[in-house]
């Protein structure tokens, strides 16, 4: 039963508000906020390059700290509940700190601060002293158990298991850690497994051979993926909502500021935007906040959050601009709050409040070049998105450069910009093309074509083809919710039983061909791109470019090249992410469950992560190019423009890409762009009602009280 009470109190606890800082020395600082409950900014606090050389001195000075408050903390059989809870906190929080600490120490986070390995080394064994010491006198006090530490563990772990719901990669890696924790030292056994099982993943090894940079398409669990050497997040509407789901204590702050808000009250449809913009800023805070320190350790280079804006006033550049300045100056403050506690003792000459957010643009509408170039220009970092083509991408990216180029002149900061290339939707938009076109011809071989039909959706687990016209049945199948590959066993046999493509084996063999070329579609697309902008090559014609046409210095264009980023998104295989690796100008961003399908892969024999160094500018098969040019959407998709071939010959590249890529007028008729665009405003529109549905709720409870 008091195990209980001890693993009770401590998972039930919450953070204590803070006042601004009065501490003398960072030793001190580190230790008031770790015993306020706020053990991850304590230990981020030391993530700060001023300390390169003093950190190990610091971190005996907190452990000599610790260790007398944890001495202090023993529990008396008379203490009243107030006194127990109190000391039981204390001890829970010590271990805490010292486990965050560790993790920091053991993940990629030093080598982004520039803190030596020795250093990490040292500040590492007096964690490691500092744990054996509290699980020592812990024992002593409990009889030989650990209720304490094996709490402040399981709170750990749950988090980790939130997930994905269990799903993700990180989730998946905190079963095999519990299953390593020694109940006789729960802390240290923890730590160390979690070291191990961190550095043995392919992504920390991606990120310590600097093969290339990571990103999160989650809003949780971003921490561990930090050590993991994750440097952005991608967040939308369908994001959002998904964090409110796995984290239901989300919906508790974004409760207190619907209560700061009585003017929602009775407002709802009219105040809808500002409802959902205020909701998904309350799953954004947390991610601002995990990346802080390596954004301005590394002037905004890393730690970058994209927030997207509202889909609805994508087409707008006026809107689009509104909504970003709004959220950039909540998030402003926000951070200014923040940082009092994370940067206090630092040099005043960095500045506070700056967020660590760029926008995500939709790139499927012009109005996208106007806003890339405007907020670009202002120092705010784009992250265009809805981009599938070569022909988006390229004057998408000339666009942000140029803003960047502005901000330069002018003394602007620059922060980090980014191109998603969302190769898995151009993928499943092609699959959608074909699977109709060759379920088109199948259908016409067939006899009674409603059965056909029927049995193939049966097969496939169909529930919406029930429509009443044999096109329409064929557009539910073909989506790429249904038939996910076109090597479906149940898709293969139908197809193979209408004899539309010849034999069993030349059905079969022709649909696992176009497999294989649908799936390179999106790499191509990206590989494209990237050496246009980032080979070797090219690289220096455009630090040329941006030196000839802007009169900034070579050190100036050197920082803004360096701030764009390729951004690989929408993954469908762990081949999407080993094909689009480079060493400089790229970040791989992708979902958790995706995650665990790229470890998977790595864990397999005889895979050599070293074959794929710099693999985005590997050479693919010509005939399968050739083949995939055939199909009308891809060519729009992998080819150029009159417009564009302009623009990039001004830079000095001239290569013969072909000018049938769509058109800047033509961007939101493009088939990827508007199946994405729907699903982005539906999801936009659900979890808008979700939020003010929430609202009412608090407005009603609150009518009831004043009653």
Known sequence: ??????????????????????????????????????????????????????????????????????????????????????????????????????????????????????????????????????????????????????????????????????????????????????????????????????????????????????????????????????????????????????????????????????DWFGSWRRRGDEIAMEATMVALWPNLVVFRPIALASKFHHGMVSYQLNPNVAHSLEGSLADALKIYSAATGFLANYDRQLTWGYDAKMERGRPNIVFKVAGGYPAALEVTENLNGVGIGTNNTVTYTVAQETPLIIRAISGMAKAVKMGIPITQAYETNMGGRLESHLRDVESERILRQAVGKVKDK???????????????????????????????????????????????????????????????????????????????????????????????YLQRKFQVTPEQAAEILDKVDMLPASKRKPDDTYLTLANRNMTNTEFPNHQYNVLTTSRKPGFDLSSFENSVMMKHDPRMIQRLLQLDDFKKAYELTPQIQSQIKEAGLSPDFGLSGVRVQDWPKFGSVVKTMDEFKGAYEEFKATAIAFVKKVAKRRARAAR
Request: aromatic fraction near 8%.
């Open 450 to 544: 409603g059965k056909f039909l029927d049995k193939l959706a049966q097969g496939l687990g169909v529930k919406d083809a029930s429509a009443n016209t044999v096109e329409r049945k064929i557009s539910a199948i073909s989506s790429f919710k249904y038939l996910k590959s076109l090597t479906n066993p149940a898709f293969v046999q139908a197809i193979a039983d209408s004899g539309a493509f010849g034999s069993a084996d030349e059905t079969a063999k022709y649909l696992s061909d176009l497999e294989r070329d649908i799936g390179f579609s999106g790499t191509l697309v990206c590989q494209r791109v990237y050496w246009m902008f980032f080979s070797e090559e090219n690289r220096p014609k455009w630090l040329n």
């Open 1 to 262: 039963m008091m195990i209980d009470r001890f693993r009770e109190t401590i998972l039930r606890s919450q953070p204590e508000d803070l006042s601004p800082p009065t501490s003398l020395d960072h030793a001190g600082h580190v230790v008031t906020l770790a015993l306020a409950g706020h053990a991850q900014t304590a230990a981020d606090h030391l993530l700060n390059p001023e300390l390169r050389g003093n950190l190990v001195e610091v971190m005996g000075n907190v452990a000599r700290q610790l260790n007398l408050r944890f001495l202090a903390a023993a529990i008396s059989p008379g203490d009243r509940a107030a006194e127990f809870k109190k000391k039981v906190l204390e001890r829970a929080r010590a271990y805490e700190l010292m486990l965050e600490i560790g993790l920091n120490m053991s993940g990629i986070e030093p080598k982004i601060i520039g803190l030596s390995g020795a250093e990490c080394d040292d500040t590492y064994s007096i964690i490691v002293q500092a744990l054996g010491t509290f699980a020592e006198i812990e024992a002593k006090d409990h009889g030989g158990k650990h209720p304490i530490g094996s709490a402040a563990v399981e709170r750990m772990l749950v988090e980790m298991k939130k997930i994905m719901k269990g799903a993700g990669m990180m989730a998946k890696i905190a079963d095999e850690i519990e299953a390593k924790v020694d109940h006789n030292s729960p802390a240290l056994s923890f730590l160390q497994s979690t070291r191990t099982a961190l550095r043995e993943t392919v992504y920390y090894k991606i990120s310590a051979r600097g093969m290339c940079k990571l990103g999160n398409d989650y809003a949780i669990g971003l921490r561990w993926l930090r050590h993991l050497g994750f440097v952005q997040v991608s967040t939308n509407p369908v994001l959002a909502a998904k964090a409110y789901d796995d984290d239901p204590s989300l919906w508790d702050e974004f409760g207190k500021v619907v209560r700061q808000h009585k």
